[in-house]
């Protein structure tokens, strides 16, 4: 017996990867990829400092995340993210670079599906016990100053979390989907780097490993909805509504809280707070993943 779900309409999103689905074009679309995201992203910043260079602690201000400049400077730094794939398809492996995002006709309709479901769950979960994360919500930012912010914002998000998915589940998961049918390797080899990626012991502590598990888990669930639905759309609409719940409306204080409207009243430093709320993390994880599944099938 299989331990994974049959995906009819994964190759909808797989097929034009299939032409030019030779193991040493991924492995040199890998480093292309990375050779080309790192110099653009150093050409980035060099271009934000210099522009913006004045701007007092900008470095620190960037590694912390605790400033509107330096959050929109690192989620629109993600823009690097979106162009490094798309140039290596369009040159490694001579295809469209939107069909990193599956047929269009079908991604943006589920996009907007899936986050009309979430928001719907999202304001269920907002009226529901507890009402506090173990003590009460720290106000960040005035909520017109957020609110005049948050069209940027949200795009600055969107922009984000599409540079990740069309990495991981676009690029990655297309490529070896082309090649191996089996879901251990299309599903579950991008998913461990998604969580490798996401082990940062620096500013999670004894929480780092769990956080990386955590980020590996949801990696399985957006490839699971990538697979079901034949397009990233729905897996973009999940992230997307995740990380708009947890930079901009309520966010750790120590990092990435430039635009929160609340803040947390623990940080990542605090450990036993931390892995108290983080199966309640878990488990809203898969509460979505499951709601989108259910938008997907209306």
């Known amino acids: 017996m299989s331990l994974f779900f049959t995906y009819p309409a994964h190759i909808l999103f797989y097929e034009p990867a299939r032409e030019k689905s030779e193991l040493w074009r991924f492995a040199v679309g890998l480093v292309m990829f990375a050779a080309i995201y790192a110099a653009l992203s150093l050409l980035f910043f060099q271009v934000m400092f210099s522009i913006a260079g004045s701007v007092p602690n900008l470095v620190r201000d960037i590694e912390t995340g605790r400033t509107v400049l330096s959050m929109y400077l690192t989620l629109f730094s993600f823009v690097m993210m979106l162009i490094s794939p798309a140039i290596v ?16 006709t079908v991604a943006i309709p589920q996009f907007f599906t899936v986050t009309v479901m979430l928001i719907a769950l999202g304001l269920v979960v907002a009226i529901l016990p507890p ?19 948050l069209p940027l914002s949200l795009l600055a998000v969107l922009v984000q979390v599409s540079g990740e998915e069309v990495f991981f589940r676009g690029y990655i998961q297309q490529q070896l989907a082309a090649r191996y049918r089996t879901p251990w390797m299309w599903m579950v080899l991008p998913s461990l780097l998604f969580g490798l990626g996401h082990y ?42 995740n990380n708009v719940s947890a930079i901009l409306i309520v966010s750790m204080p120590d990092q990435l809280s430039g635009l929160a409207l609340y803040l947390a009243p623990f940080g990542l430093e605090d450990a036993e707070m931390l892995g108290a709320w983080l199966p309640v993390d878990f488990a809203m994880m898969f509460v979505s993943w499951l709601a989108a599944r259910l938008a997907l099938r209306r």
């Open 89 to 104: 398809v369009r040159i490694l492996h001579r295809r469209s670079a939107l069909s990193l995002f599956g047929p269009l």
């Open 200 to 241: 940062i012991p620096a500013a999670a502590g004894e929480n780092a490993l769990t956080i990386a598990i955590w980020a590996g888990v949801f990696g399985l669930l957006m490839a699971d909805l990538t697979a079901r639905a034949g397009s990233i759309g729905p897996a973009i609409a999940v992230h997307f509504c």
């Open 131 to 149: 009402w506090d994360m173990g003590g009460p919500l720290v106000p960040n930012m005035p909520f017109g100053r957020w609110a005049l912010f």
